[in-house]
């Protein structure tokens, strides 16, 4: 009797001595039980991207148009080892093929391939872009951000990735998870633009960047204010008034009377004037505002890729923008939406990050010369 | 110094024996045994009756052999160093994987101001095979290999074709602004792909410059995707007998090997015929096009007009549950193997798949890694008698390559 137990007690204790590593391993807080998912499916573990199982902000895109990497997870999905490889990865970030975020982003945003080119002011000009939201340009540490206290002062701030400062999933999410409502693109940027009117976009931009504490939905000024804090502390900002009355459209009121008159995209094709919006700033093709903004001017209306939009009453009276000027090639009549050459906010060549410099700027909605408005 | 000037200045570390050889024939030095059976006591002997002169005496002899033998090492020794510093950043591989087994890792010339690449994205064989020609595109050269690794040279350097305004335009004729691709001609001329300048260059194998074309400044045919509208941004080019082919952002354009427009066929979309970002593109003996349409997860085949003739893969659904090894995902640089196939680079997949010239989908070589043999987002091949040279991207490196059954 006493030799059983004594070999009992031995066989158990070799049986806890080999099952000791799996106390070391943490278990998945999944419910989904990997035996109903496909071998080595990444969301058994890692969770459905947001819109499948548990929506948070914005739905998955437009299933037909989002191409790529980015978003789509799914039960059984194998997307995940585009970007991320459990072994001989570049990187130990994430797993990613380089040792950065941006150098990974950049592996299809060179201007081959994927749309949101970056470096292409480098390639250019032989330097980098003196304004813009650039990324890549810093050595790390606490990044400076105009306007980035509520009293208007810069916030010194140190983004995500420390020794990267600011970087691309500052602003994105290339999951595209937790992102902004999809809008209607304030450009066509994509070869699917030149042959639908309805196709939304989200750019994969995060509801809430990294140095924001408030969320917001959908892409417009309030999506700037968020880290920009300062610029809605209340002061009138020529034309986008303040947090308040950007983000609660006026009905009746001065602002309603004055900014109904701007050009707002109400098409995906915005070659497309507007009738309804009289003569004020003519066609402003290529300077509008994004849908959702309650038909109120917003940041992005003058801030944004610097291009010729063309509307000179004074030197060009009567002459509107053409589409080469906002799409910058056309094959037998269709735009191209060539993405290489335009990736605001980026990278701008303006000052203050402004669509065009000097009076041009003005005279895209103060058309004095023929004969609009003055105000 | 003579050999006879030698002996007095032996050093008190050689054996002392060997010093006093001459007044001590009867204890023959332990140095000497065991060579050749040599009898020490009858050539002391003998030494009286030898004339003066050179005397090659055993212990001479092995002086002699350990003189020719140290210039022998010390020329091994040069040799090796010279051939290292050829070029240290190549190296012989011998690893299996996913059915490639690697035989050479280039990982850049190995000297110079950028001795490693920095994301290649384009590679071609000499017409011979006895050359590899890399398209080094953030550092915007062209790096010349022989097929064992040698470093032989390269040209290139950063030249802006079209400023943005205000920007100065720095190009002169053999910069280059983001070469992603090349290709040769019958006489071995390199063609390349200047993405960034819109256009295309011409080099000689050594190196010169010999021209470029379209003009960048200037709309080509029904237009382009060049800045402006004007040139072309060209994403892949391959040359087949007297014709240049180039891809941009949506479709296709031929030249002359002078430079001068044929035609161009192909629109932007998703429809049969239409591209979206055509990385890949390679050009078979009849006419036929072949096109690695990119974002839209296929080949297409052309006839030598523009009529589509064939698909290869098909659009992949957002939520993509196929396996890799069923499908192209990003279908990019493309050659042709034997007369008989097409093999393409699909980075985002990993791998290398085989599909034939009828436009059937065939076996998939690679697996992804940093390891010789592995692969990390490849982006362009090509082949030549069994060998394949493939451009690793993210792993900073070319490849010399054979397939083999997994």
């Known amino acids: 009797m006493g030799r059983s137990l004594r070999l009992i007690l031995i066989t158990a204790a070799f049986v806890f001595v080999g099952a000791m590593p799996a106390f070391a391993y943490q278990e998945s807080s999944s419910t989904v039980d990997p035996a109903d998912t496909p071998a080595y499916s990444c969301p058994s573990c890692h969770g459905l991207e947001s819109g499948f199982s548990s929506p948070t902000v914005g739905p998955v895109v437009d299933g037909g148009t989002r191409k790529g990497p980015h978003g789509g997870y799914g039960i059984g999905t194998n997307k995940c080892e585009t970007c991320h490889t459990l072994h001989g990865a570049a990187s130990a970030r994430a797993l990613l093929p380089d040792i950065t975020i941006e150098g990974t982003c950049n592996t299809c945003h060179d201007g081959t391939g994927g749309g949101g080119v970056y470096g292409v002011i480098k390639r250019r000009t032989g330097e980098d872009p003196a304004g813009g939201h650039m990324v890549g340009g810093h050595t790390g540490g606490k990044v400076s951000i105009p306007g980035g206290n509520a009293d208007g002062s810069d916030l010194d701030y140190q983004f995500s990735v420390v020794d990267e400062g600011m970087t691309c999933t500052d602003c994105h999410s290339p999951h595209d998870s937790n992102t902004v409502a999809p809008f209607l693109g304030d450009r066509a940027r994509s070869s699917d633009d030149t042959t639908s009117a309805t196709i939304k976009t989200d750019r994969l931009l995060l509801a809430r960047p990294t140095s924001s504490d408030t969320t917001v939905t959908i892409y417009g000024s309030d999506w700037c204010l968020s880290c920009h804090k300062g610029q809605a502390r209340g002061t009138m900002t020529h034309p986008v008034a303040s947090l308040e009355e950007t983000t609660v459209p006026s009905t009746g009121t001065q602002f309603k009377a004055d900014y109904d008159h701007v050009a707002r995209l109400s098409a995906y094709d915005t070659a497309t004037v507007d009738p309804d919006k009289g003569a004020l700033g003519q066609s402003n093709l290529g300077y509008v505002v994004p849908e959702g903004s309650g038909g109120l001017p917003i940041c992005q209306q003058c801030h944004e890729d610097a291009r010729d939009i063309a509307n000179d009453p004074v030197n060009n009276p009567g002459v509107i923008s053409s589409t080469t000027e906002s799409f910058t090639a056309a094959v037998d009549g269709a735009g191209s939406g060539n993405p290489r050459f335009q990736n605001f906010p980026h990278e701008t060549l303006n000052v203050n990050m402004l669509v065009e410099p000097r009076d041009s700027l003005c005279l895209n909605c103060h058309a004095t010369a023929l004969g609009d408005a003055v105000h | ?406």
């Open chain 2, 1 to 406: 110094m003579s050999l006879d000037e030698q002996e007095p200045e032996q050093t008190p570390s050689e054996p002392i024996e060997a010093a006093e050889q001459p007044a001590a024939p009867a204890a023959a030095p332990e140095i000497f045994e065991g060579i050749d059976d040599v009898d020490v006591s009858d050539n002391v002997a003998e030494e009286d009756e030898v004339p003066a002169g050179v005397y090659l005496t055993p212990r001479r002899l092995l002086v002699i052999i350990a003189i020719v033998l140290g210039v022998v090492l010390i020329a091994l020794i040069i040799f090796l160093l010279l051939s290292m510093r050829d070029n240290p950043s190549a190296r012989v591989a011998d690893n299996s994987a996913g059915g490639i087994k690697a035989e050479l890792v280039i990982e850049g010339p190995g000297r110079g101001a950028n001795p490693t690449f920095n994301r290649p994205m384009g590679v071609a064989w000499s017409v011979r095979g006895d050359y590899v020609y890399v398209a080094d595109s953030e550092n915007n050269r062209i790096c010349i290999f022989a097929r064992d690794g040698r470093f032989i040279r390269e040209f290139g350097g950063f030249g802006i074709a079209k400023p943005t305004a205000g920007a100065k335009a720095t190009w002169k004729p053999g910069l280059l602004n983001y070469p992603v691709d090349v290709a040769v001609d019958r006489d071995d001329n390199l063609y390349v792909a200047d993405f960034y300048n819109d256009s295309i260059s011409v080099f000689s194998r050594n190196g010169s410059f010999l021209r470029r074309f379209p003009d960048p400044t200037k709309p080509v045919g029904k237009g382009s995707s060049g800045a402006d509208g004007k040139g072309v941004a060209v994403t892949a080019v391959d040359v087949e007998g007297d014709y240049v082919y180039a891809t941009d952002g949506y479709q296709i354009v031929v030249f002359t090997l002078e430079g001068k427009y044929v035609r161009q066929f192909g629109k932007p979309g998703t429809a049969r015929g239409a591209l979206d970002r055509p990385n890949g593109v390679v050009a078979l003996k009849d006419g036929t096009v072949v096109v690695s349409d990119s974002n839209n997860n296929r080949v297409q085949a052309f006839s030598p007009a523009g009529n589509p003739l064939w698909t290869a893969g098909s659009r992949i659904p957002v939520e993509r549950k196929v396996a890799p090894s069923a499908s192209l995902i990003l279908p990019r640089g493309i050659t042709v193997v034997n007369d008989e196939s097409l093999l393409v680079a699909d980075p985002l997949a990993q791998q290398l798949t085989e599909i034939s010239l009828e436009g059937e989908l065939g076996a998939h070589y690679g697996t992804r890694g940093t390891e010789p043999a592995e692969m990390n987002f490849p982006n362009d091949c090509d082949w030549v008698r069994s060998r394949i040279v493939i451009a690793d991207r993210e792993n900073n490196r070319v490849q010399i390559v054979r397939l083999v059954k997994k």
